[in-house]
């Protein structure tokens, strides 16, 4: 999952950007309206967690532009993080678009969780992934093919939770560098290629995660 963190104070985006990466999430970093504006243009991002308050710029006026400026990519979700705590900005963030809303200061585990539930939203499946055999703990970050743990780095686990969240899906490797991958990423190296072999041998025989040639690749299985 790749995430837009839109936050002027540079200490709680360093903190933030630092655990939400120790989580195996992609995170760019946007301090004012216009750099989150330019992200946005540029990269379509699966959440945006957004402060309300910018130097140059009302939040709000970015989440409702999020719903009708066609030069921005809208991220799948918005999660409104501000600390602005009455009912009455809670109600004007939701209106205006957010589709979840945390008051500053916060548990950096609550934002997990709705991280996780964001992700979930429209989807009938829980914290736990399964897929062609494998089993995906979002919560504990713990993975499994049949009864054998497997021992996944940060990257590698990201990579198969996006392939999880897509099964039977072919997706290019820009697509896995898009949403696995942050803004410091290479698009010219063979990250992609590098870290998906590793993934493959991690997961042993019968291979689950398919080439398909000139296209991407694709996780084999469904979902039950």
Known sequence: MRILLIEDDPDLAGIVALGLRNESYAVDLAATYAAAEESLRATAYDVACLDLTLPDGDGLDLLRRLGTDPGLR????????????????????????????????????????????????????????????????????????????????????????YFMHHPGEVLSAEELLEHVWDA??????????????RLRRKLGEPPLIHTVTGAGYRLQGPVP
């Not at 780095?153 to 990201?158: A, D, I, K, L, N």
């Not at 410091?184 to 072999?197: E, G, H, K, M």
């Open 184 to 197: 410091n990423a290479d698009p010219f190296t063979a990250s992609v290629r590098v870290i998906l072999s």
């Open 74 to 161: 809208r991220p799948r979700r918005t999660l409104a993080l501000t600390a602005r705590d009455a009912v009455s900005d809670r109600v004007a963030g939701l209106d205006a678009g957010a589709d979840d809303y945390l008051v500053k200061p916060f548990h950096f585990a609550e934002l997990l969780a709705r991280l996780r539930a964001l992700g979930r939203r429209g989807e009938e499946r829980g914290t736990v992934l399964r897929a062609g055999g494998l089993t995906l703990d979002l919560a504990a970050h713990r993975a499994w093919r049949g009864d054998a743990e497997l021992g996944l780095t940060s990257r590698e686990f990201s990579l198969l939770r």
